[in-house]
């Protein structure tokens, strides 16, 4: 589904990245761990060239969406951002309805009749595990549920959109215990249609949820990939040292 | 000590303001008393007469006014929009330092190049409407849009910049573009902002007096029959702060009821441009509830 | 479709600011422009003959010098009264923002009131006649929100640490007023005060009434009965009869000056201004 080759990033001249390349295969949650400062949501934001938002930011190699570049002249950013969904970590709600909110980036895609609109939001809603909570009170504002219920409705703002791939940039580490959860729940049950590249710092959290594991570790001044192989693997027989001496301080 | 000269001074200060407030309320009593409310509807003012009507020069600083915001207001909320949109860091500091030192040119400067430049464009431009003379309501409302243009660009881009960059952000991860970005989640949270800066540069219009003096005509008694049509800009007239900076006050001090129904007239732009400064202020700090 | 928005909005965006820019510094060129040829020692040196037509405006520029000094002067303390009862004095949120919003509002209201007030109570009740000093008076009320406020905002920027650092010491509020807040906020007092002399220096309204004639004085003698020329009120007047083309030039070389002075004096304030700028959204 995604793959990526070589990619660095540097930001006025210092380099925050280097040689990361790795696959994300179809239906699998890739998770990304690391100490703070490595370089995981940089890592995360060049995936969807929100990097280009950003100035000073200087992004080299390639990121490949099911074989297409991101980083082709003539890219449609806009049309490449709404297949590549994210989630932050403070969930961002716009002043709007719940109903209005989710269908925020869905209505710019194309034009959709009241039936329509109906269908997008109840969807989303259900996918995001918040359709029963929310049901009766689409019209009122969003910004009165809880953060926890804030951060599934930034995820079904997300998934109406349709994207084939969902970026998660450290999404439970705002909530509460039963908050998060119900995300990793949420986390596992979309892995289904979906794919997921999940930045947390949170090593069970890890552990509970994905399939393969990335580490990125600090290395010459630099955000390198350390280790990357299937979840179990990284974590029952750690290969380098400061993949094991992260686990130790993080457990 | 240090206590009592701190109250002390800023007694001082205090007491002045309200002894000024006080003035204008208390000198301009017996032109109340002699026209009532007719003071502020009568569109007479014959002063040898004793004749005093307020309300030309109240609609005269109303039109011109208006007119400065309606053409200031979309030059100045495009140009806020492209500095805190659409400029890096360093080159939005340079235009917004740019801004603010022209927004300190003095409005005498301003009312010479509208005599000896805006003056005579307008003449000409309208021609064919066959005006009196070039010093209208319309060249006042004109050179104003201009002075106001600083103020409602420097403001507007505050009130842009002060909706969080995460908003933006998640907008753009959605998939929007930057238009959408901004006409959908940037300009409708800096509403409140925005609001203000164009009630305070409207304040700011309202309250100019040399430069509209200037160019106005200062012509009293030459109130339309139709007010809303757009034939009377082309006359010339008077404001509330052309008949202020005009000889009448220097003349008028002997006789009580003139010199009232000029500080009246000082005394209502005291309550107008109060009143626009408060409430611009008041709606644009409503964000920190 | 969308692109096409993408465009649009930025490319109108853009028109504006550049014609809103473009007319601002078009402005500035024109005077400029006609005012050159004007300029000359002589210019600066001399006082004006012929009702404008020749000479020069040094006596005007030494008016408007005093009436800033005196501006300057008068309007210091009372802000540093204001601001250090907002800020240390007044308990209550309410009490602030009411001397908050009376300075706003302060702001707002137009230098001709102010000039009206000065000819009121010290032109006609007081009997000084037109004085150099009333001009003081009136200048600096107009410039006390700007300064005012310009000194609160320095104040509150100075670290919360410093003060409980003092008042772990045991030193009093006044004493920590005279040891960490005053000289801390000595560099927004001359900036607000530079801000507002720019805005002074420009103002015809506020002294046309009060202080300022247009020949025929030099130095004041004394208080009463001593006013002075400006350069503003020196425009103002000949720009009502500027059919003369001797005037012409003139006319342009003093409106270029004193929007030189005004200029210059924003622009000394504008290192410390961008450095609060900076310390702020550090």
Redesign the interface.
Same mark, same amino acid.
């Given at each position: 589904m995604l793959a990526v080759r070589d990619l660095a990033v540097h930001a006025n001249g210092q380099p925050l990245l280097r040689n990361v390349s790795f696959d994300v295969q179809p239906g699998h949650v890739f998770g990304i761990i690391g100490p703070s400062g490595a370089g995981k949501s940089t890592l995360l934001r060049a995936l969807n060239r929100l990097t280009d938002l950003i100035p000073g930011l200087r992004v080299s190699g390639d990121v490949r969406l099911r074989g297409a570049s991101n980083y082709a002249d003539g890219t449609d950013l806009n049309a490449l951002r709404a297949r590549i969904g994210m989630l932050f970590q403070q969930p961002v709600i716009f002043p709007a309805s719940i109903g209005e909110n989710v269908l925020f980036g869905a209505k710019r895609l194309r034009s959709l009749t009241r039936v329509e609109r109906h269908e997008v939001v109840e969807r989303a809603l259900r996918e995001a595990a918040l359709w029963d909570e929310v049901r009766d009170r689409l019209r009122t504002s969003a910004l009165t549920l809880s953060v926890g219920q804030q951060q599934r409705l930034c995820l079904a703002r997300a998934l109406a959109v349709e994207p084939e791939v969902i970026l998660m940039d450290e999404p439970t580490s705002a909530l509460d215990p039963k908050s998060t959860q119900a995300i990793e729940d949420l986390i596992l049950r979309l892995k289904a249609h979906r794919t997921i590249v999940l930045v947390t710092h949170n090593v069970a959290q890890a552990r509970r949820v994905a399939d393969w594991l990335a580490c990125i570790c600090i290395r010459d001044g630099a955000g390198e990939i350390v280790e990357s192989a299937c979840c179990d693997a990284v974590l029952g027989n750690p290969q380098c040292r400061e993949v094991i001496d992260y686990l130790q301080h993080a457990s | 000590?240090?206590?009592a000269?701190?109250? &002390?001074?800023?007694l001082?200060?205090?007491g002045?303001?309200a002894?000024?407030v006080g003035?204008?309320v208390w000198?301009s009593l017996p032109v109340w008393r002699h026209e009532g409310w007719g003071y502020l509807t009568g569109t007479k003012w014959f002063f040898r007469q004793q004749e005093f009507g307020a309300w030309p020069m109240i609609y005269g600083s109303i039109v011109v006014s208006g007119v400065a915001l309606v053409l200031a207001a *979309? &030059?100045?909320?495009?140009?806020a929009? &492209?500095?805190a949109?659409?400029l890096?860091?360093a080159p939005r500091?340079a235009?917004k330092?740019?801004?603010?030192?022209?927004a300190?040119? *003095?409005?005498?400067?301003?009312?010479? +190049?509208g005599? +000896?430049?805006l003056r005579n464009w307008i003449y000409d431009l309208f021609a064919p409407f066959d005006p009196l003379s070039g010093d209208t309501l319309l060249t006042a409302g004109v050179l104003l849009a201009?002075m106001i243009?600083?103020t409602v660009?420097t403001l507007g881009d505050d009130a842009l910049r002060a909706v969080p960059a995460?908003?933006r952000?998640?907008?753009?991860?959605?998939?929007?573009?930057?238009?959408?970005t901004?006409?959908?989640?940037a300009l409708?949270?800096a509403r409140r902002g925005l609001g203000a800066a164009l009630l305070?540069a409207l304040?700011?219009a &309202?309250?100019?007096?040399?430069a509209v003096f200037?160019v106005v005509g200062r012509q009293d008694n030459n109130l339309p029959e139709r007010l809303l049509s757009l034939r009377p800009l082309l006359e010339s007239g008077q404001t509330l702060?052309s008949k202020?900076?005009g000889s009448e006050?220097?003349i008028s001090?002997g006789d009580p009821l003139h010199w009232a129904a000029i500080?009246g007239l000082?005394l209502i732009?005291?309550v107008l441009?109060?009143a626009?400064?408060?409430i611009?202020?008041?709606f644009g700090r409503r964000s920190d509830a | 479709m969308r692109r096409l928005g993408d465009f649009l909005l930025a490319a109108l965006a853009g028109l504006c600011a550049l014609v809103s820019v473009g007319i601002l510094v078009g402005l500035v060129f024109v005077v400029a422009q006609r005012g050159a040829p004007a300029l000359s020692w002589s210019f600066f040196t001399e006082q004006i003959r012929l009702v404008g037509a020749a000479g020069g405006i040094f006596w005007n520029l030494v008016g408007t010098m005093i009436l800033l000094a005196s501006a300057c002067l008068i309007c210091g303390p009372m802000a540093i009264g204001l601001a250090l009862v907002e800020c240390v004095w007044l308990r209550g949120d309410r009490s602030r923002r009411a001397l908050r919003t009376v300075l706003y509002t302060l702001n707002g209201l137009p230098s001709i009131l102010f000039g009206l007030f000065g000819f009121i109570v010290f032109v006609q009740w007081l009997d000084w006649g037109k004085s150099w000093l009333i001009g003081g008076i009136v200048l600096a009320l107009g410039m006390l929100p700007t300064v005012s406020v310009a000194l609160i905002e320095r104040l509150k920027a100075i670290p919360a640490s410093y003060v409980e650092a003092a008042a772990a010491l045991g030193l009093s509020r006044a004493q920590i007023v005279w040891a960490v807040l005053l000289p801390q906020a000595w560099g927004g007092l001359i900036t607000g005060s530079l801000l507002g002399l720019a805005r002074a220096a420009g103002e015809t309204a506020p002294i046309m009434f009060t202080c300022t004639i247009f020949a025929g004085a030099t130095w004041p003698r004394g208080i009463v009965e001593s006013p002075v020329l400006t350069l503003p009120y020196h425009i103002f007047i000949l720009a009502q009869d500027s059919f003369d083309p001797a005037v012409g030039a003139k006319l342009w070389g003093a409106a270029l000056v004193l929007l030189g002075l005004v200029f210059f004096l924003s622009l000394i304030a504008l290192p410390s201004r961008l450095k609060m700028h900076e310390e702020a959204n550090a």
């Open positions: - | 000590m240090t206590r000269w701190s109250w &002390f001074f800023s001082v200060a205090i002045t303001l002894l000024l003035i204008f000198q *979309p &030059f100045g909320m495009g140009a929009i &492209f500095t949109e659409y890096p860091r500091l235009v330092v740019l801004i603010e030192l022209l300190g040119v *003095p409005s005498v400067v301003y009312g010479l +190049l005599i +000896l430049l201009v243009l600083p660009v995460a908003q952000r998640a907008a753009r991860a959605l998939g929007l573009t930057r238009a959408e901004i006409l959908h989640v409708p949270q305070l304040g700011r &309202f309250g100019e007096t040399i200037l702060t202020l900076g006050t220097n001090y500080v000082g732009l005291l441009t109060g626009l400064t408060v611009g202020t008041a | -």
